[in-house]
């Protein structure tokens, strides 16, 4: 079965610091693994995806996220935060394939904070 | 227009009541997916529906059933609500799972 664990349920950074969002993956096939942003009063936004091609992922807005298999990792990191960037974000999980398990597993979501 | 669009935005209902909530999209996916959203347990998957004769339950299907009129419409019925489905509601379409386009949500309260 399939799941995500997101380090962490808010994350407070500086205006212009780093951004790292922490996300393990637990899955019984080759994964394929989401981020989503959510801004208040809205849906979800596809950030960023990995699909079994390149390890590192570029998203928009200046995301990126890097797939480690040896440590079941796919962490969200952005090198300088905007005002813009506060937002709650999910990690997402989906097992390849067309099978019924092929529907997408989230985390928990982080809420990002950016301070001044 | 937007790409999946929900109906209605906003809803308060008492307990007991049934409600629908639909779901209509323009993107010509064949899969549909409903979840509900709660504060620190992120998304749930209630329903989802891989084509117009495919049905599946998912984690939380209890005290819900949905229905697929069409490919581009997936309604989610609460046959009595009851005050713990309080919360927002989510449609999503996807072409192969490979990732989804949302709905803007229906935030539903019931009393």
């Known amino acids: 079965a399939q799941s995500v664990t997101q380090l962490g349920s808010h994350v407070s950074v500086s205006e212009g610091a780093l951004v790292l969002l922490r996300c393990n993956y637990s899955?019984?096939?080759?994964?394929?693994l989401f981020w989503y942003v959510q801004y208040p009063n809205q849906g979800l936004q596809l950030l960023l995806k990995y699909t079994s091609a390149a390890t590192l992922v570029k998203g928009i807005n200046g995301f990126e996220a890097e797939f480690k298999k040896s440590e079941t990792s796919f962490h969200l990191t952005k090198p300088s935060a905007h005002m813009s960037d506060a937002a709650e974000y999910f990690c997402?999980?989906?097992?390849?394939?067309?099978?019924?398990?092929?529907?997408?597993?989230f985390g928990s979501g982080t809420r990002l904070s950016i301070r001044p | 227009d937007a790409d999946v669009t929900q109906t209605p935005r906003n809803r308060i209902t008492k307990t007991g009541k049934r409600i629908m909530l639909e779901c209509s999209q323009t993107?010509?996916?064949?899969?549909m997916y409903w979840y509900r959203q709660d504060p620190g347990l992120g998304l749930r998957l209630i329903y989802y529906s891989f084509d117009v004769k495919d049905i599946n339950k998912g984690e939380i299907s209890d005290g819900y059933s949905v229905s697929r009129q069409a490919q581009a419409k997936f309604s989610l019925s609460l046959e009595s609500a009851i005050p713990n489905q309080t919360a927002l509601y989510f449609c999503?379409?996807?072409?192969?799972?490979?990732?989804?386009?949302f709905g803007s949500g229906t935030r539903l309260t019931v009393v």
């Open positions: 993107k010509g996916h064949d899969r």
């Open positions: 997402a999980v989906s097992a390849t394939g067309y099978s019924s398990a092929s529907k997408i597993i």
């Open positions: 999503a379409t996807s072409d192969q799972g490979h990732g989804y386009t």
């Open positions: 899955s019984s096939v080759p994964p394929y």
